[in-house]
């Protein structure tokens, strides 16, 4: 089994959870570093957004994290 890695969202309601998704399926990532780049680059790119005044508010980091998930064996 092979390890991936997901990035979770802190939720009011649902706690950590994974909101990230590619063509309505949750993203899942075959490395840590692959996951932290994309949040990496989602969050410079909040901050792009908000500094043309596209968006009011910004995601901070620490709302987010990197977790394993374990791959089921098929």
């Known amino acids: 089994m092979a390890t991936k ?6 939720t009011l309601c649902d706690g950590w959870i994974n909101t990230w998704s590619v063509n309505d399926e949750p ?3 075959d490395t840590y570093q692959g996951a932290e780049n994309a949040l990496d ?7 792009k957004a908000f500094k043309r005044g596209e968006i009011d508010s910004m995601y901070e980091a620490d709302e987010f994290r990197i977790t394993e998930l374990e791959e089921v064996a098929s």
Do not use: G, I, S, T
Request: aromatic share 24%; hydrophobic share 45%; charged share 40%.
């Open 5 to 10: 890695y997901v990035v979770e969202h802190q």
């Open 27 to 29: 993203e899942v990532f």
């Open 41 to 47: 680059w989602f969050l410079k790119e909040e901050k």
